[in-house]
């Protein structure tokens, strides 16, 4: 544990801090920034009215439409001179999303990364190679600047360049690897064509987030891989990498809550659910300087989990992220969810499929293909061995969406690997608007 | 004794035969035959050659989905009802057959029938006793 004084802090005192801090947020971001000021007002509230946890239910929520409308430093509730450091988006759906850092930020960010690191028990002997992006996206310097804080050796390899990135796994010692889990995925893949023998390599853990990935995709890595797979989790609007991660419990990822309060809330309605209950993830930063956010909408679909965790850390816990309500697919008005056919893949094939969701639209009707690689642990040299496979996979599939898709065997490196977010979905009924 | 057939899974598209042709070219390996059993999505190509480590390598490294399958050859006369009592042979041994291909040899008055069964040591036994010849697999690469 990197930080036991804060992780294991009584619950008591940690709503207190929060509430504390929540206060000066509320007030900081009313002082400094005119956008929650308007907002603020719109709904005749102000920051002295803010007295206890339960009245955060009272302030407005920020989507990233409002980040959009306000680019490129509109919501910064401070001086670009105090801004050490820009982060944005892609901006694959319109304008990048920016944020700011001032240099109590960078290092906050680096306290909660140091602790994310932690839950793999990372110490200075550790070497941390971060194959996450660099730049302006946050994994990769995220990640850098948290594993620097901790004293670990780093290798700021940054993404793809695959044979490279095992070759100093190899030569370096890497004891921790963080990327995306498909990368992780793929990494083991190109391991075992090269026939390099894990035991060449120290590695012991990987810390896996940026995409929402399922359990028995962890399986899956960390019988590839023979390591702990932890799923992490963060997001730019709100720090970067850091937010919440799981310990070896393996079972939910605590969340920074002395600097990131959760909240649940029905995404139809606004509503806030009681722990438990399956919705979007709210955040609201309660120490960041640069750029707070109040009640951010993440578009996550999570759960918080309150029951106290055999780790010992006080923390609440999300569970890991079944998808988002934005790339949550709606196929003939069911709710499909790209992790739920991954699940059923991995249970089918024992091996990490590679797969595309192929969405179109046949006479005003959904249509659903799954596009399914044939490895050879799934390829019979027989038809009949072959059909079968493909009525499991889609009768698994009706099973448990409810809904007839259309099943594609079709052959290796058919489908695009990622070295990055993979991509999963391929929705033809966008081009026909 | 069992012969070894490599298959191959092939999406159903241009180029994809050519593609595992060109390749065996290249390495100088020689099919000795081959089928092709398909649907409208996908088939599966199901090849002897005189090299088939090689070629299972080779294809394997190519990227294609290989699997190494173990079938057995039977030789059987050129001519009306060659082939008749062999897999009368097999069906009273009550042996299933899953599937069968057959080439005629160039030299002798023969044809070489594949077969993959259910009991490929069974199916063997059942074929010699009945007075076929099963070749060695070494004979069958070599034809």
Redesign the interface.
């Known amino acids: 544990m990197w930080n036991p004084a804060v992780e294991t802090m009584p619950r008591e005192q940690l709503r207190e801090l929060q509430l504390q801090r929540l206060k000066e947020t509320v007030r900081r971001a009313y002082e400094k920034v005119p956008f929650y000021r308007e907002k603020f007002k719109a709904i005749g509230l102000e920051p002295g009215d803010i007295k206890s946890l339960d009245d955060l239910a009272r302030l407005p929520f920020t989507f990233k439409d409002d980040l959009r409308n306000n680019y490129p430093f509109g919501l910064f509730a401070a001086p670009l001179k105090e801004i050490v450091r820009i982060h944005a988006s892609s901006g694959t759906t319109g304008k990048p999303t920016v944020v700011g850092y001032t240099r109590e930020d960078i290092a906050t960010w680096a306290e909660v990364v140091a602790r994310t690191l932690g839950s793999v028990n990372t110490t200075p002997d550790d070497v941390v190679q971060v194959a996450y992006g660099y730049g302006l996206f946050t994994g990769g310097l995220g990640l850098h600047y948290g594993a620097e804080k901790l004293g670990a050796t780093v290798i700021p390899i940054s993404g793809g360049n695959t044979k490279r990135q095992i070759m100093l796994m190899q030569d370096f010692g890497t004891t921790v690897l963080c990327c995306t889990p498909s990368y992780a995925l793929y990494i083991a893949e190109v391991l075992r064509e090269s026939g390099i023998p894990r035991e060449s390599l120290r590695l012991r853990a990987g810390l896996f987030g940026a995409e929402p990935w399922s359990e028995n995709m962890r399986r899956e890595i960390e019988e590839k891989l023979k390591i702990d797979a932890i799923d992490i989790y963060g997001l730019s609007e709100i720090i970067g990498p850091g937010v919440a991660s799981e310990c070896l419990c393996k079972n939910g990822l605590h969340i920074c809550e002395d600097h990131f309060i959760p909240e649940i809330i029905d995404p139809a309605t606004g509503k806030v659910l009681p722990p438990g209950e399956q919705g979007e993830l709210v955040f609201t930063t309660i120490t960041k300087q640069g750029f707070p956010v109040i009640r951010y909408r993440t578009r996550d679909i999570s759960r918080l989990i309150d029951e106290p965790c055999p780790c010992g850390r006080t923390h609440i816990r999300m569970a890991r992220v079944t998808g988002r309500t934005d790339d949550m697919l709606i196929i003939r008005g069911v709710n499909v969810f790209p992790t739920q056919i991954e699940s059923v893949l991995l249970s089918i094939g024992q091996t990490e499929p590679h797969y595309l969701l192929v969405v179109d639209r046949e006479k005003s009707l959904d249509t659903l293909e799954v596009w399914v690689e ?3 642990a799934l ?5 009949k061995g ?2 079968e496979l493909e009525r499991r996979i889609h009768d698994e599939i009706e099973s448990v969406l409810g809904i007839s898709v259309k099943v ?7 489908i695009q690997r990622s070295e990055g977010k993979a991509k999963r979905v391929w929705d033809k009924r966008d081009l026909l608007k | 004794m069992a012969v070894k057939q490599v298959s191959v899974f092939l999406e159903n598209k241009s180029g994809r035969l050519a593609a595992v042709t060109r390749l065996l070219a290249e390495k100088g390996i020689n099919i000795r035959a081959l089928a092709i059993a398909d649907t409208s999505d996908f088939g599966i190509l199901r090849l002897i050659v005189d090299q088939p480590d090689k070629a299972y390598q080779a294809l394997k490294e190519g990227g294609f989905t290989v699997s190494a399958t173990e079938v057995l050859a039977v030789a059987v006369p050129d001519r009306p009802g060659g082939l008749a009592p062999a897999l009368s042979a097999l069906e009273a041994a009550g042996i299933n057959i899953e599937y069968l291909y057959a080439f005629v040899a160039q030299c002798a008055n023969q044809a070489l029938v594949l077969l993959k069964v259910n009991d490929t040591a069974r199916a063997i036994a059942a074929l010699t006793k009945a007075g076929f010849k099963v070749p060695e697999p070494e004979e069958v690469y070599a034809i």
């Open positions: 044939v490895s050879e390829f019979r040299d027989e038809v072959l059909e594609k065997l079709v052959e290796p490196k058919t």
